[in-house]
């Protein structure tokens, strides 16, 4: 049995007088971020955000750049539940450039590749990758994390979508926050099928990172890790999260949730198949931390810090519970 609510949010209405990638209003930064951060530097400028326009709403998602003209996601996120069909790229928007989304450059897709198993009803195989023009400056990759993923592993995760899950206006600026990876008995009460976090999904539960998880409208965005060399690498993508008290709610950062991030280094054969590169395309240098002064690798509870995406309208937020 699994229980799970999608993480990508419906921006119908938040939206709906104005173009999709600059029509949300401005969320005053120092309120209602629920144990974040606001990212101010271009540190993450590997992170994209998404505007997916279907015929019956706005969605917001995020995804990292691989390359100069490859971004991975989720692939929820690039699957239009209403027709069962993947999005056509002249509906999905990728900003880049910049945490402020004001001041980002979008471009629309090119192609979108959803994982061939990718299945609506479990969510397994969630992740897509959508190719885009050639970007020319203004912009970072990420190397692919191939380490195992054991449990306390901090991850930081990021994204543009909701600060608290009953927030009804997105924040301005990307938001970072660190969670941790869960024991396998826990991530188990959440989906029986769970093996490990070395496996397609990793496990955050958080509980071990009290009032600190990623929330609707940051699907598809990057999890990182600082490895043992300093260097900043993708390890997941946000995909699903689920509060085992109540399955049924949308709910974010609660004290009995779990969210799934999906593995991306277990997917690199779906990523080179469909890129046409080899994988030591993808396993390249990592970034330089360039340092974050709310950001430690410690495993001390009071010492870590977090996300938690956007708001807009709730009653648009696409919750989707499987049982
Ligand atoms: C975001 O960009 C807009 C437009 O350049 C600017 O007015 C605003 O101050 C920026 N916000 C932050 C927090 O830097
Ligand atoms: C677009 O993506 C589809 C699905 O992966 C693939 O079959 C097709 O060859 C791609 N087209 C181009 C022009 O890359």
Redesign the pocket.
């Known amino acids: 049995m699994k229980f799970s609510s999608l993480l990508l949010l419906a921006t119908t209405g938040l939206l709906s007088t104005a173009p999709a990638v600059h029509g949300i209003e401005p969320l005053s930064l120092n309120k209602r971020i629920v144990g974040g951060r606001t990212v101010t530097t271009t540190k993450y400028n590997f992170a994209v955000r998404l505007n997916i326009k279907s015929s019956t709403s706005d969605y917001l998602c995020g995804g990292t750049l691989l390359a100069d003209d490859l971004v991975v996601t989720a692939g929820h996120c690039m699957h239009n539940e209403d027709t069962n069909t993947v999005y056509s790229p002249t509906s999905v928007a990728v900003c880049y450039g910049s945490p402020n989304i004001s001041e980002m450059s979008c471009t629309t897709a090119r192609?979108?590749?959803l994982h061939p198993n990718y299945n609506p009803l479990t969510y397994t195989n969630d992740i897509a990758l959508i190719?885009i023009s050639q970007l020319k400056s203004g912009f970072d990759t990420l190397p692919v994390y191939t380490g195992k993923v054991p449990e306390s592993t901090v991850l930081t995760t990021m994204g543009w979508g909701k600060t608290m899950d009953t927030s009804t206006k997105l924040p301005s600026m990307l938001m970072a926050v660190d969670i941790m990876v869960g024991g396998i008995a826990m991530c188990k009460k959440a989906e029986s099928s769970f093996v490990s976090s070395d496996g397609p999904e990793i496990c955050s539960v958080n509980s071990l990172t009290p009032g600190k998880d990623s929330c609707q409208g940051d699907s598809g965005s990057p999890a990182i890790i600082t490895a043992d060399d300093g260097k900043k690498y993708l390890v997941g993508l946000t995909s699903t999260g689920v509060d085992l008290k109540d399955p049924t709610a949308a709910t974010c950062a609660t004290a009995y949730g779990i969210a799934f991030y999906t593995h991306i280094n277990y997917f690199m054969s779906f990523i080179t198949a469909?890129s046409g590169r080899p994988a030591s395309f993808f396993y390249g240098q990592g970034e330089e931390d360039t340092g974050d002064a709310s950001y430690s690798q410690s495993k001390s509870a009071a010492s870590r810090s977090v996300i938690v995406g956007g708001g807009a309208l709730v009653a648009a937020i696409a919750a989707a519970i499987v049982f």
């Open positions: 192609n979108i590749s190719q469909t």
